[in-house]
């Protein structure tokens, strides 16, 4: 099929939820993706995030083929081998991380879905309504995920929203020891807020929110969809602040491509009761096969620390642009944020004429989620590529 029969197809049938661009995309590998018309793009964004290992991995696809040819679905009431696999591979990856002798964990599809059952546990383990969250901060268009998002933008249509939900400034301690209460929850934050516009916090704030969580009652969440699986140069960005949370999510690249939610807690927090949540799909054999497959690849590879040092190369030669479009480059690893003067979509048009796929977050920041994978030389060309666009 070429692109007016793709896209019109598309155009006939779609729901209007997500604007799309121009191109049609039909296959990748690695950090490369390609269009219905044979042009190659080097993959800045990771897909949306979810491509940390690369696209088509050789081993994931040959675990997802294999598992695909064995069972693909199973019963949530039944045991299975993957499943019991990936929780042990789970288990290790919190016990490094956040040094959690023993945890619980909840397998969904999506990382929406995985916010939805920390907000569902955190209201069951506590009896508190309230939850806590950051402005700017993003967790999903799922109402429960939506209700702690920020963004005036994909709330207000949607209203009215859970109750008890408080917005406070990010990377301010004040306004939380103002907003965490008696009947508070959970408070929810990103380590590095991805769609808000890509802005770290601080270890001085986290330990903040730790320490006010402990004296409160309250339970700490942090989501760790986007900054998980090595995207900042640890495992967990939580380990950059030696911080402990009581619930973390993973979603995206957890699952190698395949929709995947985890929702992990310390095991003294105790356990849902049975029936009081739930999935079909979640934690089904296939995605387990493919996301053992992912931390494999993590490992084997050296993926962790490859995106510590080529994210310290990538924002020291993004500031050496010295370009005066720009106001602010930040980032931590390879979860890059260049905050423009203007706006960020008629750069990210130039930048795809030129074979750079990018992705925004808000109004005015060029985001940059290379596959950690990604090749010294194609990063070489996308910092030369955006000072061009940037003159
Ligand atoms: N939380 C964060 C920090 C995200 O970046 C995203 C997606 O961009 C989500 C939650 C929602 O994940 P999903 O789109 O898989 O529902």
């Known amino acids: 099929m070429n692109y007016e029969q793709i896209s019109q197809l598309e155009l006939i049938h779609h729901s209007g939820a997500v604007g799309r661009r121009p191109v049609a995309l039909v296959r990748a590998k690695g950090a490369r993706l390609w269009d219905s018309q044979g042009k190659e793009y080097i993959d800045c964004a990771a897909a949306q995030g979810w491509a940390n290992v690369g696209h088509c991995h050789p081993v994931v696809t040959a675990a997802i083929q294999k598992q695909a040819e064995t069972l693909v679905a199973s019963q949530e009431s039944s045991f299975n081998d993957q499943r019991a696999l990936w929780l042990a591979d789970m288990a290790a990856i919190f016990q490094n991380s956040l040094g959690w002798a023993d ?21 069951f383990r506590t009896g508190r309504k309230g939850f806590v969250a950051a402005g700017r901060g993003f967790h999903g268009r799922t109402m429960g995920a939506l209700s702690v998002t920020a963004n005036k933008k994909y709330r207000d249509p949607f209203e009215p929203l859970l ?27 990103e380590i590095v807020q991805g769609e808000g516009g890509v802005y770290p916090g601080e270890t001085d704030y986290f330990q903040g929110l730790r320490r006010l969580c402990n004296e409160r009652g309250a339970l700490l969440i942090v989501d760790e969809i986007q900054t998980g699986v090595g995207r900042t140069g640890r495992w967990l960005a939580c380990e950059h602040h030696k911080l402990s949370p009581d619930i973390v999510t993973l979603g995206k690249s957890i699952g190698g491509g395949l929709p995947l939610g985890v929702t992990a807690w310390p095991r003294r927090l105790g ?7 739930g999935s079909t799909f979640g934690g089904g054999p296939l995605v387990c096969a493919a996301s053992r497959a992912v931390i494999e690849v993590m490992a084997e590879e050296r993926l962790v620390e490859r995106a510590e040092t080529l994210g310290l190369w990538l924002l ?33 048009q130039q930048l795809m004429e030129r074979g750079v796929w990018a992705l925004p977050a808000g109004l005015n920041v060029l985001r940059l989620l290379p596959p950690l994978v990604i090749e010294q030389a194609d990063l070489e060309k996308v910092v030369s590529t955006i000072g061009e666009v940037l003159k």
Request: with cysteine; aromatic share 4%.
């Open 103 to 123: 945890c619980a964990i909840h397998p969904s599809n999506s990382g929406a879905e995985a916010n939805e059952a920390a907000l569902k546990f955190a209201r």
């Open 316 to 348: 020291s030669e993004l500031r050496g642009l010295h370009s005066s479009q720009v106001r602010e480059v930040r980032g931590l690893g390879l979860m890059v944020g260049v905050e423009l003067k203007g706006k960020v979509t008629p750069v990210l």
């Open 271 to 277: 356990l849902f009761e049975s029936g009081t949540h």
């Open 163 to 189: 109750p008890g939900v408080t917005h406070i400034p990010y990377n301010n301690l004040d306004a939380a020891a103002a907003a965490i209460g008696n009947d508070t929850a959970s408070v929810i934050v």
